[in-house]
Nanobody, 111 residues
Framework: QVQLVESGGGLVQPGGSLRLSCAASGIILNIYATRWYRQAPGKQREWVAVITSGLGTNYGDSVKGRFTISRDKAKNTVYLQMNSLKPEDTAVYYC?????WGQGTLVTVSS
């Protein structure tokens, strides 16, 4: 059974940082592209970042230069390092591989 489990969310002040993790079981992440999405209250789900099997990366315009996606092959985990957080980054963050989604982790940016 393929499972993705996100963690690392929480409450952080504007300008702060968080690192989200997406741990996989039943699937080897380094042979697939893994994506992060987010969904803010009352808004549609938004694509945030992708890391390919070849470690290529790309980011949504709203997070470019602030967020970094990476992968640890040994831990079969993908990370999203989020710096210079803004209140508009508040959302539930999800990781995705093909049609498999995690349960999400809530990030709240507020003073």
């Amino acid at each position: 059974q393929v499972q993705l489990v996100e963690s690392g969310g929480g409450l952080v002040q504007p300008g702060g940082s968080l690192r989200l993790s997406c741990a996989a079981s039943g699937i080897i992440l380094n042979i697939y592209a893994t994506r992060w999405y987010r969904q803010a209250p009352g808004k549609q789900r938004e694509w945030v970042a992708v890391i390919t099997s070849g470690l290529g990366t790309n980011y949504g315009d709203s997070v470019k230069g602030r967020f970094t996606i990476s992968r640890d092959k040994a831990k079969n985990t993908v990370y999203l390092q989020m710096n210079s957080l803004k209140p508009e980054d508040t959302a539930v963050y999800y990781c995705n591989v093909h049609d498999v989604w995690g349960q999400g982790t809530l990030v709240t940016v507020s003073s």
